[in-house]
């Protein structure tokens, strides 16, 4: 049996499936016709006339047009249902494959757009749980509202299969207070990053890392600070106007560690004047500060200094490579 | 020998049988398995030739024959059957079943009384 079928598939593949039906019944017609023939031939060399020879032959034979109809029925019934399976299978397979590539369509695109896909689908997914927000209230020394400090922020968040950082800024108003809506998972882990900047005070900053509570409010309570007259000037000693001038970190007199990071430091960097100058008014003498510096058409370059008594003014010199470096 | 009008019709069935038989000797085209039984049962079974054609087909698709383009001994192209493995089976199994029939037929026909009067 499993023989037959073998053998019925083979020649339905070797079969082209426009020559069969042509083959069949020629092969059919001609057996027919050779019956026939031999029929009349005994009858006329027994002494028949050749017409009464070939009425009898017709007779005994029987309907030759029916029976050539049930020989090409039975033999193309193997190859029909080939054909039939072979459209089956094809559009079975067509089918699965459609399914597959639609099931799988982010996975058929290119890394970037499979990636791009995931990741906004994630962002997506988490967004709809990000309930938390970051408020508080910057003040100086006296507790009294200081408005239109810089506040800038740094959510890091673990969606599955992965690690996002995102960037917020947002200025005090007349109370002193801000809020960011919306910003960090609560119930799931987070790290936020704070940092506030405002003109004549202290850069401060704060860290939390929470495994899903909310953020309690924070208040920054910023001291005031002269103004530190930076001069930036290239290799060759001449001043650069237009250098870009980002405060990045403020290690104070207690040792406490405040920090901006490069991410969220948009909304506060300065551009030095035509004689080179910018004056950061975020550090008091004494702190270590670390500053980032990028001359124009250049990389950034960090440098270092102790914040000197008020009323001196510190030049740096910058390197003036295309790949910036740093000193 | 019997006249014409006494041919017997050939019994449902067995069609099959008598063209396997007819191949056991060797190959054999339609019409020859036709003259085969029509001699070999002294023209007794009426089997309308064309009948066989059908029969034939029918065999080749089970795998009891296999069929070849030959020629003829009258220098004709013709299309010869012959037996395979599976079809000598079968035709062991026709047969056995044949004769089980016809003793079988034969019990009844033997057993006293209720003898038919001839008219």
């Keep these: 049996m499993i023989r037959r079928w ?3 598939v083979a020649e339905y593949l070797r079969t082209p499936p426009s020559a069969l039906p042509r083959e069949i019944g020629a092969s059919v017609t001609e057996e027919i016709k050779f019956h026939l023939h031999e029929a009349v031939q005994e009858q006329v060399e027994d002494g028949v006339p050749e017409a009464a020879a070939h009425r009898a032959a017709s007779a005994r034979f029987g309907d030759a047009g029916k029976v050539a109809a049930d020989c090409y029925s039975l033999a193309v019934a193997d190859q029909i249902l ?12 067509a089918i699965a494959l459609g399914a597959y590539w ?14 791009e896909a995931a990741t906004a689908g994630t962002l997506a997914e988490e967004h709809d749980a990000w309930t938390g927000d970051i408020s508080g209230q910057v003040v100086n020394e006296r507790a009294e509202p200081i408005r239109g400090a810089h506040v800038l922020a740094v959510v890091k968040t673990w969606p599955p299969n992965g690690y996002r950082q995102q960037a917020y800024m947002t200025t005090s108003g007349p109370d002193g207070r801000f809020t960011i809506a919306d910003v960090y998972p609560v119930g799931r882990q987070y790290e936020v990053q704070i940092a506030t900047v405002a003109d004549r005070r202290t850069l401060q900053s704060s860290y939390f890392s929470s495994e899903g509570e909310s953020l309690e409010p924070v208040v920054f309570r910023l001291e005031p600070t002269p103004p530190l007259e930076l001069r930036i000037e290239g290799a060759d000693g001449m001043t650069v106007e237009g250098a870009e001038v980002v405060p990045h970190r403020r290690l104070d007199s207690r040792g406490q560690d405040h920090l901006v990071y490069f991410q969220s430091a ?9 004689a080179g100058i910018v004056r950061l ?6 702190d270590r500060a670390a500053i980032y510096i990028r001359l124009p058409n250049r990389e950034w370059q960090t440098r270092e200094i102790t914040v000197p008594p008020s009323g001196r003014t510190v030049v740096l010199k910058m390197n003036q490579r295309k790949d910036g470096g740093t000193s | 020998m019997p006249a014409r009008h006494e041919r017997a019709e050939l019994l449902q069935g067995t069609l099959d049988m008598l063209i396997l038989k007819s191949l056991a000797s060797g190959p054999q085209h339609g019409y020859g398995v036709a003259r085969w039984i029509k001699s070999t049962t002294r023209d007794v079974l009426s089997v309308e030739e064309g009948s066989l054609y059908p029969a034939l087909h029918r065999m080749q698709r089970r795998g009891w024959i296999k069929a070849e383009w030959g020629q003829s001994e009258s220098n004709r192209r013709a299309k010869y059957y012959r037996l395979t493995r599976a079809g000598r089976a079968q035709l062991r199994r026709e047969i056995d079943a044949w004769e089980r029939l016809v003793q079988a037929v034969s019990l009844v026909l033997r057993t006293a009384g209720g003898e038919v009067q001839a008219p």
């Design chain 1, 102 to 115: 639609a099931a799988q369509r982010p996975a058929g695109a290119g890394v970037a757009d499979r990636m």
């Design chain 1, 82 to 93: 080939c054909h039939r399976v072979h459209l089956l299978l094809t559009a079975v397979l």
């Design chain 1, 266 to 274: 948009d909304p506060i960097i300065q551009r030095t004047n035509e």
């Design chain 1, 281 to 286: 008014t975020c550090y008091r003498p004494g």
């Design chain 1, 6 to 8: 073998l053998i019925a």
